[in-house]
């Protein structure tokens, strides 16, 4: 089992603290693991079984829990006010009304919360409303290529294809490389997050009329693999419309819009806007999306061969999220800068590419990093070992190297 340090880390910092702790994140990213292993870690610090409640709103003998009445006469039976609680609520997304038991569950001094979702609408709406400024959210990826190779117990290059080819959905890490399983787990991962997000959304609209509905799988499908196969290059939803259109399906630039954002929600895709670095600002037009984790979105593909530019790309914009930084697309003029990466203070500009050993491709990659006319880091990330330095302030580092450095 991997130990998830960096998020067991960002729970520690918050115990006891009062804020809700809610961890987001696609399904089977390892958020019901995560929560058991920080319950451990509660024991060995000397806080008693009694002290914790642990429900996992996807297991069958919880399904009465559903109901936010019954849910909160359960919690409130087995509180002890005398001694601090912990409070674990795995997929509570899944209870209608949810948020009414934990902002009364909050007030409580002697209370320290915790709950996961596997979509990102938990955090709009009522719950929002409820709890602004009291609520943290830790955001959960699937494994980085260093926790893979941890897992794996090899670091090299090799390992670095594999992840390329199956993703670091948690378990994935664990399993022989057969692909004929490796399809199928991926194949139920997808299908589950497609299909629950939608019953999701459905049983919230009753309760929530200004959710927009979803009810097509097969062209949520459609889109999610259109998405999946432009990832790291610039699209509009007039782009996507169009596309479908000319595929034979009816569908508004509305439609398409409300089917995005679902994806979006669901933790499968990951929205990235265009940053204008010399005026300093965000801008509407032709965001770029990257998919969460590449088996994945090798599931979803035809087998064929795809720029491994792109997939590399995809992960580097993950790997800068792990790292805690705001992304954006650079655009300077007529030239795009892969990632403006922003913390506090800093800004890092990076380009990422495969190789940079042709002259045609390492004058493109420097292009648009020498025109930027500020003192931050400009970084190229790139597979190859042979143009690695330093070219006028411009790093170039090996991008394995760049993912194991943290």
């Not at 997808?190 to 062209?219: A, C, F, G, M």
């Not at 800068?320 to 506090?344: H, M, P």
Request: charged fraction near 30%; charge should be neutral; aromatic fraction near 12%.
């Amino acid at each position: 089992m991997v130990q998830r340090k960096e998020y067991i880390n960002q729970l520690l910092s918050w115990k006891d603290d009062r804020v809700i702790k809610v961890v987001t994140g696609i399904r089977r990213c390892g958020k019901s693991t995560l929560l058991a292993q920080f319950q451990n870690i509660l024991r060995e610090k000397g806080i008693e079984d009694e002290q914790i409640i642990s429900i996992n709103f996807e297991e069958l003998e919880y399904e009465d829990l559903l109901d936010y009445k019954k849910l909160y006469t359960f919690l409130k039976e087995r509180i002890n006010p005398n001694k601090q609680n912990y409070i674990f609520l795995d997929e509570i997304q899944r209870v209608v009304s949810y948020e009414k038991v934990v902002d009364s569950l909050y007030v409580k001094e002697y209370i320290d919360i915790y709950i996961t979702g596997s979509n990102s609408y938990m955090l709009s709406g009522d719950l929002a409303t409820l709890l602004t400024g009291r609520y943290v959210e830790i955001k959960m990826l699937p494994l980085s290529f260093k926790e893979f190779s941890e897992a794996r117990g090899d670091a090299s290059e090799k390992a670095f294809s594999e992840y390329l080819a199956v993703g670091g959905l948690p378990y994935i890490a664990s399993m022989d490389q057969n692909t004929e399983k490796l399809n199928t787990y991926l194949e139920g991962i997808y299908n589950t997050v497609i299909i629950k997000n939608i019953e999701e959304r459905q049983s919230r609209k009753e309760s929530d009329p200004s959710k927009r509905r979803v009810s097509n799988i097969v062209l949520l499908k459609s889109i999610a693999k259109f998405l999946a196969s432009v990832v790291g290059s610039p699209i509009s939803i007039r782009s996507v419309t169009d596309y479908l259109i000319s595929n034979g399906r009816k569908v508004s630039p509305n439609t398409v819009d409300n089917y995005i954002e679902a994806l979006c929600e669901s933790f499968i895709f990951y929205e990235v806007e265009r940053f204008d670095i010399a005026g300093k600002e965000l801008l509407k037009t032709n965001k770029k999306y990257y998919m969460v984790d590449l088996g994945l979105r090798n599931y979803i593909l035809p087998k064929r061969t795809y720029d491994l530019g792109f997939s590399i790309e995809n992960i580097v914009y993950f790997e800068l999220l792990r790292r805690g930084y705001q992304v954006n697309i650079g655009k300077l003029g007529d030239t795009e800068v892969d990632f403006v990466a922003r913390k506090n203070d800093e800004i890092k500009y990076y380009q990422v590419t495969a190789d940079m050993t042709a002259e045609s491709t390492f004058t493109r990659e420097m292009r648009s990093l020498k025109a930027i006319n500020d003192n931050y880091e400009r970084i190229v990330l790139t597979l190859d070992r042979f143009t690695l330095g330093n070219y006028e302030g411009i790093k170039v580092i090996n991008v394995l190297d760049w993912l194991l450095d943290n």
